[in-house]
């Protein structure tokens, strides 16, 4: 359905159409398809918030927080930023925006301990959104995956939000992670990125050449 | 034209003369002020012959009477008046339709920039149809209109265009000092600088000129005009066409809509020289949008790499603007504020950038806020901002039944407020930074006491664990935050890969954090091929010199 819906979406976006009211319906309808079949388009949902900046009457609030998390399922591109950009600070302080806008805040902060703390207290905020919590994780092996080269167990597991054993096995598995002796998990061999660099200077003839012209 | 003095950018000074505005807007009082003067004959002379050259395109001494000789008599007769009225006008160039449109153009843009107490509520709506009636004419004609006009004018028509949208955006949304009648007026004609309006000019003129297909074509190495169509192979339609991407690029950014605007210049590579590129002003303008738009969205490689390209050509190519005033004072202003984000940018994200940048940097000025500023000192981070960001506006007036006030801060308000919250979650990176910069491995533990040591009060209420805990959530913190997407090919700014282009980067092996940073050896070259240039040239001098 979403892949049906995105040519028809594509067409309301080009040009000075983007801007017509009577195509928000359709775009809304859209951001829900992606809610429910796990898709993700993030230049249609600006166009909706871009309506709503123009039109601020047909303020949605829960279409807002629907393209809100799915910016969160993005992570770490900086679509949420992009999102909150587009909406003013009162929208912003509405109920349940607010809590996405912490969510988001901590998420960004990467103090996932908390984030997985506070999502269980709220679980019906994200249910309308297919996969949030997978999507989140995936988040947290980028990090993970950019940050180590081995990483404890029982600490991967925490970060993925107290994820029990097949889970996490699971997770290493799709990664590619490997698991070795001592409680570890290597993750990848990162001394072949992350090296020190030295700048020296280059002078080719080219730089001093109009100066040994001139020494005659 | 004579727009430096009250320039958008300068938002501050823009409209403080507003809450005078009843009094340059009193109809006897402009009448008292056009008996009395009569038009000099230097300028009725002037006026017909630039008529007449407009009707005969002739581009050169066109470009000549606009750069030159119209800011000239502005200084000698018009400095704190209005250009002579429509009618007045309109007699000695025989009722000319297009050169009055012409004319009435550059009249208001005078007004805008020059008048104290700006232009009154009638003068921005007649400005407005003005422009209604110019873009009417090149828009809605059958077969291209025989008119053509130096691009640095087709520029800064379109870029005033933008501009007084948004002075009119300001305007509305201060309701402190409205009368009732005035607002009756504003709200009974809401059609008149409506964003809908601005888009649809500013998107007609691309789509007539196939200025994106003519891009695209020239972007693959293929020649533009076997795509440019019957409009777009005229020289008016395609600058007007590329100068109004650069508008939009500019109105996207105001309204806070970084996608958009980054989007919109799709096929347009900034740094490059093309043969679009060849209006500085239009070039700095383009470089501060896109640099802004990509520090927003945490792409602070691309960020510098906009700023330092343009900044390098600014100072390389000082001396052509020197002699041009008007142009002058919106460029120095623009150049500053770019420092002001490179310097914000550099913070955040420490990087290597040209030495000639660099050394403008250490600079006094810059080089203190820059301390500020990584000290975390974020009252700094935000005036930084503020003096340096677009000067953001709501695209909709306040809902008829707000209370009387100002809200003309309020979008400005909302983008620092998100940049805030941006320097707020880093605000640990440049202190971790500062300890990694010491080792080149370093055990998590010793880090954490490292860090602990500022907040600790009780030596014996410590909980390494828990330092530990909490130092690790601020290292993935870091490597998130430096890890963006940087652009390196393709038709699309929003385009590019996630690299990690800071100087200092780092790994954690279980327990141990293995640090790479960026060695830079010390630049001799550079300086002596500077000595010795300057050394020959004082040579050269003493040679000359006759005793």
């Not at chain 1, 991967?156 to 998990?185: C, F, P």
């Not at chain 2, 003369?17 to 008996?35: A, K």
């Not at chain 2, 003129?205 to 019957?230: C, F, H, R, T, W």
Request: proline letters at 4%.
């Amino acid at each position: 359905m979403a892949e049906a819906m995105k040519q028809t979406v594509a067409r309301m976006l080009k040009g000075i159409e983007r801007y017509n009211p009577d195509n928000l319906p359709t775009l809304q309808r859209y951001v829900e398809v992606q809610s429910r079949e796990n898709s993700y388009d993030l230049e249609a949902n600006l166009a909706v918030l871009k309506l709503y900046q123009f039109n601020p009457l047909s303020f949605n609030v829960e279409i807002t927080c629907q393209i809100l998390l799915k910016a969160l399922t993005n992570l770490p591109h900086t679509d949420f930023i992009l999102c909150k950009c587009l909406l003013n600070d009162k929208q912003l302080s509405q109920e349940p925006i607010n809590q996405i806008v912490y969510l988001a805040d901590i998420l960004e902060q990467c103090d996932f301990q908390v984030f997985w703390t506070r999502i269980r207290t709220l679980p019906e905020l994200t249910q309308s959104i297919t996969g949030f919590v997978d999507s989140i994780r995936k988040f947290v092996c980028h990090v993970v995956g950019i940050t180590y080269q081995t990483i404890e167990r029982s600490h991967l597991a925490q970060l993925l939000g107290d994820v029990d054993d097949s889970t996490l096995k699971l997770w290493v598995k799709k990664y590619g992670w490997k698991e070795v002796a001592g409680n570890l998990i290597f993750i990848a061999n990162q001394d072949e990125n992350i090296k020190t660099k030295n700048i020296n200077e280059k002078i080719d003839f080219e730089n001093v050449g109009a100066i040994m012209a001139s020494c005659r | 034209m004579s727009k430096g003095y009250s320039d958008d950018y300068d938002q501050g000074y823009d409209y403080t003369y507003d809450d005078y505005g009843s009094h340059t807007g009193d109809p006897s009082l402009d009448e008292y002020n056009r008996q009395h003067f009569k038009m000099p004959e230097s300028v009725k002379n002037f006026l017909v012959y630039f008529r007449n050259n407009v009707n005969e395109g002739l581009i050169f001494e066109l470009q000549a009477l606009y750069e030159h000789t119209w800011p000239k008599l502005t200084e000698d007769y018009f400095e704190k008046r209005p250009w002579p009225e429509e009618n007045e006008v309109a007699t000695i160039v025989d009722n000319d339709p297009v050169f009055m449109i012409l004319y009435k153009e550059l009249y208001f843009r005078h007004i805008y920039a020059r008048i104290q107490g700006g232009p009154s509520l009638e003068q921005r709506f007649n400005s407005f149809y003005n422009y209604c009636d110019l873009f009417n004419y090149i828009l809605s004609a059958e077969e291209p209109v025989p008119l053509e006009l130096p691009d640095l004018w087709l520029w800064e028509l379109i870029d005033e265009f933008v501009y007084q949208f948004q002075s009119f955006a300001q305007y509305r949304a201060r309701l402190q000092s409205k009368k009732e009648q005035e607002l009756e007026t504003l709200h009974s004609n809401n059609k008149v600088w409506n964003v809908l309006c601005v888009l649809n000019v500013l998107h007609s003129l691309v789509d007539k000129s196939n200025i994106k297909q003519q891009l695209e074509v020239y972007a693959s190495g293929g020649d533009p005009d076997s795509v440019s169509g019957e409009f777009g192979s005229h020289s008016l339609y395609k600058m007007l066409g590329y100068f109004s991407l650069v508008g939009l690029l500019r109105l996207h950014s105001l309204l806070g809509d970084y996608y958009q605007a980054i989007k919109v210049l799709e096929n347009i590579e900034v740094h490059k020289k093309s043969q679009y590129a060849h209006i500085p002003a239009c070039q700095i303008s383009t470089s501060y949008y896109v640099g802004f738009a990509y520090m927003m969205m945490r792409r602070y490689s691309d960020a510098i790499r906009t700023f330092s390209s343009i900044l390098l050509y600014i100072q390389r190519t000082k001396q052509l603007f020197a002699s041009k005033t008007y142009q002058h004072d919106q460029i120095n202003k623009q150049t500053d504020q770019m420092y002001h984000l490179l310097a914000i940018c550099l913070v955040l994200h420490p990087q290597c950038i040209d030495e000639s940048i660099q050394q403008t940097l250490r600079e006094k000025s810059y080089h203190e806020k820059m301390y500020k500023m990584q000290y975390g000192d974020l009252q700094e981070f935000e005036s930084s901002f503020t003096y340096a960001c677009p000067k953001f506006l709501s695209p909709y007036p306040p809902p008829i039944d707000s209370l009387p006030g100002d809200y003309s801060k309020d979008a400005i308000q909302h983008q620092t407020q998100v940049f805030m919250e941006e320097v707020a979650q880093q605000k640990m990176l440049p202190t971790i930074r500062s300890y990694l910069k010491l080792y080149t491995t370093l055990p998590l533990s010793k880090l954490a006491t490292f860090m602990a040591q500022n907040s600790r009060t009780n030596e014996a209420s410590r909980d390494l664990a828990k330092e530990i805990q909490s130092l690790v959530i601020h290292l993935l913190c870091f490597k998130h935050k430096m890890k963006n997407v940087v652009w390196s090919r393709g038709a699309s700014g929003l385009e590019g890969k996630f690299q990690s282009g800071s100087e200092l980067d780092f790994y954690i092996d279980n327990d141990m954090i293995h640090i790479a940073d960026t060695k830079v050896a010390h630049r001799y070259g550079d300086f002596f091929i500077r000595k010795i240039v300057k050394f020959e040239d004082l040579n050269r001098k003493l040679h000359q010199l006759k005793l």
